[in-house]
């Protein structure tokens, strides 16, 4: 076993999912790394591929429930997704991450990834995220459908957006 070894059979896995090469970069086995990376879409794109596969079930029934446990524990409670959303959450460096699946009340499910990069200090960038995700669905249970598959915040635009959180109280 090496990184490089790993490397190749997580690049054939991704690629099995639809993911093109300019989607993903790993340059270690760890996760640890800045240089881990992974488009949002292509998150998504690889969820969807998962959900799909005969494993699909179990590997989501791994992952924390928004307001019920695990790391999503403190999330989501008390909102139209709480129990409702299944996701990994990821922090490092500045840089917080969300990838999973939700059920709207309707029973269909959602895949998403929501990124924030570059948060600056002080600000809590899994509140704005949080909000982002529960927008559209209350929207959806107030109007009908609401189509999305994924968000990208980026520093520009989340420094904005987290003013507005603030204001907002979120």
């Known amino acids: 076993a090496s990184v490089e070894g790993g490397q190749k059979v997580v690049t054939a896995m991704l690629t099995e999912a639809g993911l093109k090469p300019h989607q993903f970069v790993f340059s270690d086995g760890s996760g640890m790394s800045t240089y881990n990376r992974i488009a949002p879409r292509a998150a998504v794109t690889f969820l969807r591929w998962v959900k799909a596969q005969s494993w699909g079930t179990k590997f989501r029934e791994t992952l924390p429930i928004g307001g019920v446990d695990g790391t999503l524990a403190g999330r989501f409670k008390g909102t139209s997704l709480e129990g409702r959303l299944q996701a990994k959450t990821g922090t490092l460096n500045a840089t917080n991450a969300l990838a999973g699946w939700f059920t709207a009340k309707s029973g269909r499910t959602f895949t998403f990834a929501a990124y924030a990069n570059d948060v600056p200090d002080g600000v809590i960038a899994t509140r704005i995220m949080d909000a982002a995700l529960v927008f559209p669905v209350l929207i959806s249970l107030t109007f009908g459908s609401v189509e999305f598959g994924h968000f990208f915040f980026v ?16």
């Not at 520093?155 to 979120?170: D, V």
Request: proline share 0%; net charge positive.
């Open 155 to 170: 520093k520009h635009s989340f420094q904005g957006a987290a003013r507005e959180g603030a204001r907002a109280g979120i």
